[in-house]
Nanobody
Framework: QVQLVESGGGLVQPGGSLRLSCGVS????????MNWYRQSPGKVRELVAG???????NYAESVKGRFTVSRENARNTVYLSMTGLKPEDTAVYYC???????????????WGQGTQVTVSS
């Protein structure tokens, strides 16, 4: 069974840092591309950052220069490193993989379970 498993959320003070991880369970699977979204209460889900199959990255204007998306060489884990955190970054963060490859088998549109990030003093 293919799953995306997130970890790394928590409570941090303004100006602090966190690193979120999103890994795919199952042997021989690799993440082709990955997006990170966030959602706060009463707000629509927002695309925060993404990494393409050829490792190009993109970021929302609100996080540029503060967040970095990267992946392991094995391509089964993607990270979102967050620095200079602000209270407005408080949200549940979700990873989303449009495509996961497992040999000749492709899996489409998988989401992580979400992890809470709270920025507060």
């Amino acid at each position: 069974q293919v799953q995306l498993v997130e970890s790394g959320g928590g409570l941090v003070q303004p100006g602090g840092s966190l690193r979120l991880s999103c890994g795919v369970s199952g042997r021989g699977l690799s993440i082709d591309a990955m997006n990170w979204y966030r959602q706060s209460p009463g707000k629509v889900r927002e695309l925060v950052a993404g990494i393409s199959s050829d490792d190009r990255t993109n970021y929302a204007e609100s996080v540029k220069g503060r967040f970095t998306v990267s992946r392991e060489n094995a391509r089964n884990t993607v990270y979102l490193s967050m620095t200079g955190l602000k209270p407005e970054d408080t949200a549940v963060y979700y990873c989303q993989a449009p495509l996961i490859k497992g040999g000749s088998t492709y899996y489409y549109d998988y989401w992580g379970q979400g992890t809470q990030v709270t920025v507060s003093s």
